[in-house]
């Protein structure tokens, strides 16, 4: 069974950092992205980054510049640095893997419990 533990989330003031780490435990053949979405009260979980394992990092629009993810292969673990936090960045933070358990399984996606985010002075 996949867990994904998610840490590092508070409250900062506008313009503040933060750091979100997620460790993955338990039985994973293949990761084939790992990366972070989000969700703020009254709207969709959004995409925020993700980190395939083959090919290129992607960002959502609004992050650009901002956030940067990372990954850390040897640990299973994946890092979202926040930097020039705002206010409309308030949200759950929610860890995603996508991967197989066994080399025959299919291929699907774990998510951890979320983690708060809150901006504001």
């Known amino acids: 069974q996949v867990q994904l533990v998610e840490s590092g989330g508070g409250l900062v003031q506008p313009g503040g950092s933060l750091r979100l780490s997620c460790a993955a435990s338990?039985?994973?053949?293949?990761?084939?992205?790992m990366g972070w979405y989000r969700q703020a009260p009254g709207k969709q979980r959004e995409l925020v980054a993700v980190s395939p394992s083959s090919g290129s990092t992607q960002y959502a629009d609004f992050v650009k510049g901002r956030f940067t993810i990372s990954r850390d292969s040897a640990k299973n673990t994946v890092y979202l640095q926040m930097n020039s936090l705002q206010v409309e960045d308030t949200a759950v933070y929610f860890c995603n893997l996508v991967g197989r358990e066994r080399a025959w399984s299919s291929v699907r996606e774990w998510w951890g419990q979320g983690t708060q985010v809150t901006v504001s002075s």
């Open positions: 338990g039985s994973i053949s293949r990761i084939n992205a």
